[in-house]
């Protein structure tokens, strides 16, 4: 089954630093994968997907994702973090035409 | 631009009563769909939408009706409330496989 694992629930960082949010995914054939991001009390918004193509992908507010097949992996990141960055970070999987699966989330504070 | 609206935004009822989450977009996307959030479980896929007239299951359809008479709307019907359906429910669209969905700002359910 398709699916994708975010292994860590939270992740704190100080503003200026690189930011990283990980997530692994388990498929058959090619994975198709998202972010996204939701703020408090608002629903998820679409930060970047991977198809196929380059490994490195850039996306919304200055975030970008590298895709690793040997690692089975889809990390996020940003160089360098603001604290408006603070957020819950989902990570998704196509599973086919019509349905996503999402990860647990991750819970990003980036600290004054 | 409206996007993805629901309505109501908070709701509490009572075990056993019933209700409808409204979903509304002014895209003319084809998919939409309709996610619960719970607490460290992501998003969970309750029930979706290929086009006006087509609705199919997903992950978790038990007590929950969908229909799709036109191409805006997508209503969420709980046919008898139990306190295990209190989550906050999301509505999605996109215009199909592989694009990013829209989500609305959520619809927060406790059912007493």
């Known amino acids: 089954a398709q699916s994708v694992a975010q292994p860590e629930d939270q992740v704190n960082v100080a503003e200026g630093n690189p930011l990283t949010v990980k997530c692994t995914y388990s498929v058959s054939g090619n994975p198709y994968l998202f972010w996204y991001v939701q703020y408090p009390n608002r629903g998820l918004q679409f930060l970047l997907k991977y198809i196929t193509g380059d490994n490195l992908v850039k996306g919304s507010y200055g975030f970008e994702a590298e895709f690793n097949k040997s690692q089975t992996s889809f990390h996020l990141k940003k160089p360098s973090a603001l604290v408006s960055d603070s957020a819950l970070y989902f990570c998704?999987?196509?599973?086919?035409?019509?349905?996503?699966?999402f990860g647990a989330g991750t819970t990003v504070t980036v600290r004054a | 631009n409206a996007g993805v609206t629901q309505t109501p935004k908070f709701q509490v009822l009572k075990t056993g009563q019933s209700m409808t989450l409204q979903c509304a977009q002014d895209?003319?996307?084809?998919?939409m769909s309709w996610y619960r959030q719970d607490p460290g479980m992501g998003l969970r896929l309750i029930h979706y939408s290929v086009g006006a007239g087509i609705t199919d299951q997903g992950e978790v359809p038990n007590g929950y009706n969908v229909s799709r008479s036109t191409t805006e709307d997508f209503p969420l019907r709980l046919l008898s409330a139990a306190p295990s359906q209190t989550s906050v429910y999301f509505c999605?669209?996109?215009?199909?496989?592989?694009?990013?969905?829209?989500f609305g700002d959520g619809t927060r359910l406790s059912i007493l």
């Open positions: 998704a999987v196509r599973v086919n035409d019509y349905k996503l699966s």
């Open positions: 999605a669209s996109s215009l199909g496989p592989n694009q990013p969905q829209h």
């Open positions: 895209m003319n996307h084809e998919y």
